[in-house]
């Protein structure tokens, strides 16, 4: 190969170009991002950014300029050919690849129609920028609506600014953290109340009230009224695959197939996955990988740990061409810190049928439970107890090579390390 075109210049990309140039790859390097910033860590931004106590310059991808690639910033990736070869970018210029790299990661679930001036998402630095923005010109009363991971860390960061920034978690499910299982939820949901968060559980969004063009409050579904200076629509991801309608790739939920060596998956005539193609690789939040299952079939990964180690794997796999592949082994695994609770999990807790506290009281601040499918360990997660997962990273490995039950056909969920 002369030409490799990386799209997505995240984590998962930056993984990949390190991983080219390690691996010998002397050609010409091309990385295209629709950012205009040198490449950054996005865990921190809902956390210490916000909170202050990192700053842009903290959180730069050490290394990222050195490997020797064109930059192309702030420009969008818009369509791909796959038979010519061609990325096509905004404004109608066309990069030729001998192999390409999709890591275009995801984006912030806009919310389902008009939004008024101060309502915000947050998924880029440019989105940390705007939110302490508003927040440093004089808006107290937050709402944000939606209590998955990006919510929670960014109500425990406002209200730990020291401000007097009022916050409010409005949440249709009747608990935050809710992927998590068992007890955890409600331990984050008791030390939001600590912390001064208001909690709207079981509350669906119906609108926005607003005075001329800016927000004034939120609508829940019930009727009430909750006043907001500022919204953050907090309410999930979308994959970052528009641009590629119509390349002839298997998308499904929006997400690339790629098999268990993350090359990607045409799409067949019947609609199903197809052949691979060996010239592409997939990588971070943007993949549906063969390879990250539970019993039920792949589950897309939006972990840190996922996107760096695909992204090594992606690039080195490219080179050495299907054949010569290796297949995709890695223990999944997270973690997030929120209201002075260090949560961790390992595995795919979130397909597990049956939760079981193994050390700690379930409900307290320090617990371990495991969750458990047909008899098998399928993950776990802790509060404040992150070093004892080590142990369970170990059992999910064994896991891996236990056989499944005989006639129901399902493959076990690969793990590694």
């Known amino acids: ?14 993984r990949a170009c390190e991983s080219l140039r390690a691996r010998g790859f002397g050609g010409t390097l091309t990385v295209v991002s629709d950012e205009p910033d040198l490449p950054y860590d996005r865990p921190p931004l809902t956390k210490q950014v916000v909170a202050g106590t990192l700053t842009e ?29 061609r990325v096509r970018l905004a404004g109608g210029a066309e990069l030729p690849y001998d192999g390409l790299v999709l890591a275009t990661g995801a984006q912030a679930r ?19 920028r705007a939110l302490r923005a508003a927040v440093g010109g004089g808006a107290r009363e937050v709402v944000i609506v939606g209590a998955g991971f990006v919510g929670v860390e960014l109500a425990s960061s406002l209200v730990g600014l020291g401000l007097g920034v009022r916050v409010t978690l409005v949440e249709p499910f009747r608990r935050p953290l809710r992927a998590l299982g068992g007890t955890v939820p409600d331990v984050v949901a008791a030390a939001a109340r600590r912390a001064g968060v208001g909690l709207r559980l079981g509350t669906a969004v119906s609108g926005f009230r607003t005075a001329g063009e800016r927000v004034a409050g939120v609508v829940p579904a019930d009727g009430s009224d909750l006043p907001a200076e500022l919204v953050v629509v907090a309410i999930g991801m979308v994959p970052a695959t528009g641009w590629l309608a119509g390349a002839g790739l298997a998308l499904p939920s929006g997400r690339v197939h790629c098999d268990a060596r993350l090359f990607a998956r045409t799409a067949a005539a019947d609609g199903t996955a197809g052949a691979v ?76 049928g049956r939760v079981v506290a193994e050390e700690g009281e379930p ?45 129901d056909g399902r493959i076990p969920m690969p793990v590694a390390e």
């Open 110 to 128: 806009p919310w389902p129609g008009q939004v008024p001036a101060g309502v915000l998402t947050v998924r880029g630095l440019a989105d940390v």
């Open 277 to 352: 193609d060996p010239r592409i690789v997939v990588a971070g939040d943007v993949a549906w990988c063969e390879a990250v299952r539970s019993a039920d079939g792949p589950v897309p990964l939006e972990h840190w740990s996922n996107a760096a180690a695909q992204g090594e794997l992606a690039a080195g796999n490219l080179l050495a061409g299907p054949a010569a592949a290796d297949g995709y082994e890695h223990v999944p695994s997270f973690w997030t810190s929120a209201f002075g609770l260090r949560i961790k999990s390992v595995g795919l807790p979130g397909t597990g």
């Open 363 to 407: 409900g307290s601040e320090k617990v371990v439970e495991a969750h458990y499918r047909d008899g098998r360990l399928v993950g776990a997660v802790s509060v404040n107890l992150g070093k004892r997962l080590v142990e369970y990273a170990r059992r999910l490995q064994e896991e891996r090579d236990r056989p499944e039950p005989a006639g």
């Open 57 to 85: 310059a903290d959180i730069r991808l050490a290394g990222a300029e050195d490997f020797g690639a064109r930059w192309i910033r702030g420009t969008a990736a818009v369509g791909l050919d796959r038979v010519r070869r």
């Open 1 to 14: 190969m002369r030409e490799v075109v990386v799209v997505g210049a995240g984590l998962a990309g930056v």
